[in-house]
Structures are given as C-alpha cells and as structure tokens.
C-alpha cells in the first residue's frame, strides 16, 4: 500500500452498522466491491482504485440548513445497494472527515486529502456537509501549478457580501479573492434569477464568467455537456433540484431539475476527461422523508461512476490530429475558428489563440468544448458566446 495515500488520521471508519449489512448483499453490489475504511480491516489498499466517496459531517456553516453532516450515511443506505454497470467498479469508501475543532480544521483535511489523491490521479466523490466546503475542494488544487475551471449547479451564485465570513451563501467570493489565484474559469448551470442580485449578475458579466438559467439549461440539456466537460471540479448544490424531487434541505425550493436531469447532469461530469473531482453538498436527511434524497444523490454517484467508466479519452489525451478539423471565417468579425470533431465520441471543441508568452498558463485551456449548435452558429457568422469568452479571458 502506498504509505503517501494514507489519510486514515483525518477519517473515522465506515459505520460498522453499515458495514454490517454487507453478507445480505450480491457480489456485484456497490456495498461488496467498494474497499472501505471500517475498524476491522483498516485503511483501504489505494492501488488500482479509481474513484473515492469520501464523507463530510460538518454543518457549521451551513446557512439555515444544519443537518448536512448526517448525509454521508444516509447516502451510503442507499448507494451500497446498487448494482454496477457493465464495468468493474475499482471504488473506495474512505470512511467519514469528522468535524474538526473550527470549520477551518475541516478545511484543511478535506483540502490534503483532495489534493493528494489528485497527485494520484484518483477521483474524490465528496459527499455530506454545506457547499461552503467547496472552497476546500478547490485549495485541493493548489499544488497542482494549473489554473482550474469551476462549475456549480446552483440555484444562486453564493457571492455572499462584502467582508462576511465563510458560508454555505458566500463560498464563490472566497474563490474569486483568493491569492495565489489559479481559476480561470467558473460556470453556473441553473440560478434562478428571484434569488440572485443585479450586483450578482453584473459581476458574473464583468468577470466573463458563464451562467445558464434553470429554464435555459433544462430546455437544451445536450448544450450543458460541453460546459461541464470543461470543469476540472464540479460542485453540485441539491438545493438546485425542485423540492418535490429533492425534500431533503430546508432551503428546497419548488423550481429547479428533476431527479432525472440531476443524474445526466452527474454523468457528464463523470465522462468527462477533465473532471477530476465533485461534491454534492446541502443534502440534510432531517428534512428527508423515506430517504427519498439520499436514494436521489446515491443514483447521481452511481451515474457520475457510469460517466467515469465511459470516458473517451478525448482531449487532454487523444492527438489533436486524431480529429476532424473544420475552419470557419467569420467575415464580420475577420476572425477564423477552428473546430474540431472527435471521432471517437462525436463531440466538439473550438480553437482559442492566446499570446505566446502565456503557453504555459493556458494551453489546457485553448481548445475550448463546445456543441454542434456553436459550428452551425459560427456557420451563420455569428460568432459563438462560448468563444467570446474565452478569448476575452486569454487575451
């Protein structure tokens, strides 16, 4: 076992009540193929793992909504009884992050643990506690020398406001002022506009940031894929998905996904190349009848692991002349875009020029995804929002 992947100091056990289920089930149910962290059989042998479910049970600064510490098991209830795909599930349970003597203590676990796994190219799936924890998730990063690209499914931007502390509500401020700074990029997918300022709007606009509005994203759910295709972490507020799908947190709204569009959502984070890790915060099972929540956020980890086992290896890793390349010029805009199709999973990318000098900081950063709708668009000459962006962050 490789002795530099042993977290077990920040980790309690997987819960042997839970662990204790396991003779009742299948050889091919989650509950049996995942290695766990329990007190009988210490910490699990990392070799050959590819994704890892790690707990959070911390809620202190979750905003109206404490409770989310109790999430990692009740999801555990649920996902140890499903059934793998068709493919071998290479998986381990870690056991639970327990809060620690500040929210800051948490932090720092939570922040070396990510990190180390992704020095070893190992998926953390982050589970339980407030989306505040997204801030930990993305120091896990720092150590990497790459700048990172955000996205988070959220019915709001959590921008918080001037000066206030760390919360559930003001996480994205903390990213955006934090220095050294390494993000390049975040992306909401389905704010509502009731629950966000005009001050919130203007900055996301000023900071040539991507937002998609609920009923934007839900009517063209093929045109959300190429944005989280481009996020190396992915954040993923359950508060996003409409209460009656999603009871489970006191801050449920009636408007938002359906369960359904939550777990396709979950898959293209998982088939994505790029993706290299996702919580799920803000599930509070005190406030979810019948586990109905749980069952939810254990079929999104079951689809972000189907996703993971369908990668493509497309962009970063096939050969860029292993594609079909299309050029387009925009007249009006005296600009050419260059697109390119991969053969191997139908999707797309555009070519972004940045300057010279800056090769190190952006190149993985260049080839942006995109969709078919943004050559056809760039076809009618209309130069795509996608590109815009990007060459205006570049550039």
Not at 218 to 237: G, H, Q, T, W, Y
Not at 242 to 254: F, H, L, Y
Request: proline share 4%.
């Amino acid at each position: 076992m490789s002795q530099s992947l042993d977290f077990s100091e920040f980790f309690e056990p997987v819960n042997t009540a839970l662990t204790d289920l396991d003779a009742n089930l299948l050889a091919t149910q989650f509950g049996q193929l995942l290695r766990k962290n329990t007190t009988e059989s210490g910490w699990p042998n990392l070799d050959g793992v590819h994704l890892v479910f790690i707990g959070i049970r911390e809620d202190r600064r979750c905003i109206n909504n404490k409770g989310t510490a109790l999430a990692p098991n009740a999801v555990r209830k649920n996902l140890y009884s499903l059934f793998q795909g068709d493919w071998q599930l290479q998986m381990a349970d870690l056991g639970d992050i327990c809060a620690g003597f500040t929210p800051e203590d948490t932090d720092y676990a939570l922040k070396i643990v990510v990190g180390g796994l992704l020095k070893k190219n190992i998926i953390p799936i982050v589970i339980g506690g407030g989306q505040d924890l997204t801030f930990a998730q993305y120091l896990g990063y720092e150590k990497l020398e790459q700048t990172v690209n955000i996205v988070s499914i959220d019915s709001q931007f959590n921008l918080g406001s001037a000066g206030e502390e760390l919360n559930s509500k003001s996480f994205l401020s903390k990213i955006i002022l934090q220095q050294p700074n390494y993000l390049f990029n975040f992306s909401n997918i389905g704010y509502q506009t009731y629950f966000v300022e005009q001050s919130g709007l203007d900055l996301m606009q000023k900071l040539n940031f991507d937002i998609h509005r609920l009923g934007q994203a839900r009517s063209k759910m093929d045109d959300v894929e190429p944005i989280i295709r481009n996020a190396d972490l992915v954040s993923f507020d359950i508060g996003a998905i409409r209460q009656s799908e999603a009871p489970g947190n006191a801050n449920a709204s009636p408007n938002g996904f359906f369960g359904d569009e939550a777990c396709q959502l979950s898959r293209y984070a998982g088939i994505s190349d790029k993706c290299t890790s996702i919580g799920i915060y803000e599930l509070n099972p005190e406030f979810d009848p019948n586990n109905l929540t749980s069952h939810l956020v254990a079929q999104m980890v079951w689809c972000f692991a189907d996703g993971f086992y369908n990668r493509k290896k497309d962009f970063p890793f096939a050969d860029i002349s292993d594609y079909t390349r299309y050029r387009v010029f925009l007249k009006d805009h005296k600009h050419e875009i260059i697109f390119y199709k991969s053969s191997r999973s139908d999707r797309w990318w555009m070519e972004v020029p940045y300057p010279p000098n800056q090769k190190l900081r952006f190149e993985r950063h260049a080839l942006v995804p995109c969709s078919y709708s943004d050559y056809e668009e760039a076809c009618k000459e209309e130069m795509p929002d996608r590109w815009l962006q990007t060459f205006q962050k570049l550039c």
